[in-house]
Structures are given as C-alpha cells and as structure tokens.
C-alpha cells in the first residue's frame, strides 16, 4: 500500500489537464484519443452518462465532498457495468485498488470499481496503468472535470508523483506495469 504524505498534499490542487464545465465538450475532445476513457469520481462519472457515454472504468465510493451522493447521481452510477469491489482507505493507493484497475482495463465491458473508503488518489495509478491513447477524467472541486490525455509524459508525471509517496512504489508500479 502507499499512503499520500503530507508534504505532497499540495501537489494535487492544480489540475493535471484541461479542466471542463462541459461533459459534451469533454467527451468532444476525448473521443479523438481513441482510447478508453477512465473516470474517477461519482460526478465525473455521473456526468459522463447523463452526456451517454459510459466510462470503460469508473471510480467511485459513492460520495463527493466527503459526503453521501444524492439519489439521483446513485442511480446513474448503479448502471448495467461490471462491478469489482475494493477497500482503499483515505489517502492511500491500496493494493486491491491497483489490482482492479489493472483488471478492469483488461475487461471487455464498461467495469465499475467501487471503492470502500476514498477513490481520490486513483488517477494517477489509473494515468500509469491505462495505454497511451486513454482518457482520464476525474474530477476538480468546485471547478469542473479535469481531462488527461494518456501520453508518455503524463505517463512519467503520474509516475514521478507516485514515487514520492510512502511505501513500496517499485512493487506499486509493476503491479501495474
């Protein structure tokens, strides 16, 4: 497991890409990626079905701002994709999480990870496991929906940040390798 220090908590209030208040526009621009399209959020996700396009992966934990979703974006997420269930506490990047996302980017239909604790610090393992050519779309507070496109330097970003977080990267990321 890795656990996010304190002293990287900043690191995440800049978005990693371009930043959408517009679920169509997004999806605009992510289609021309051509590859899957990873969410991670409950709204992010909810979003992006309302504009009727499921994510080939969602993660969600059923809350947004530390709180409960209201019913109607639950019943948008509860939708008709696999389902794999993982414990992932605050603030870490468990090993059940990496295993999951490897899983569900190798699934055939749209796969739902629903995570029993908080799905925030998903992203980056998600930017390091999807291939190039992906989408990841997660969400920024109060701003909108932030989308990285999967390139060999969002790659190395994803990867840069990760290696400072505590316990063992290396096993980390060949779990997702």
Do not use: C, W
């Not at 399209?37 to 701002?65: C, M, N, S, W, Y």
């Not at 629903?114 to 930017?127: K, N, S, Y």
């Not at 969400?139 to 940040?161: S, W």
């Amino acid at each position: 497991m890795l656990r996010l220090p304190a002293d990287l908590r900043g690191a995440f209030k800049d978005p990693l890409g371009r930043v959408y208040t517009d679920p169509v526009d997004l999806l605009r621009d992510a289609d021309q990626t051509e590859g899957p399209i990873i969410a991670v959020g409950d709204v992010v996700t909810f979003h992006l079905r309302q504009a009727e396009r499921d994510p080939d992966v969602a993660v969600i934990d059923g809350k947004t701002k530390r709180e409960a979703v209201d019913e109607a974006v639950s019943e948008v997420l509860d939708g008709d994709a696999d389902r794999i269930e993982v414990e992932n506490p605050p603030a870490t990047i468990s090993e059940a999480l990496l295993d999951a996302l490897v899983s569900a980017l190798a699934a055939d239909d749209p796969t739902v990870i629903f995570v029993d604790g908080e799905e925030d610090l998903a992203t980056l393992p998600a930017i390091v496991a999807a291939p190039v050519g992906a989408s990841i779309v997660y969400g920024q507070p109060n701003e909108g929906m932030v989308h990285v496109p999967v390139d060999e330097e969002t790659k190395a970003e994803a990867r840069e940040l990760l290696s400072k977080f505590e316990g063992d990267v290396d096993a980390a990321l060949a779990r997702l390798d």
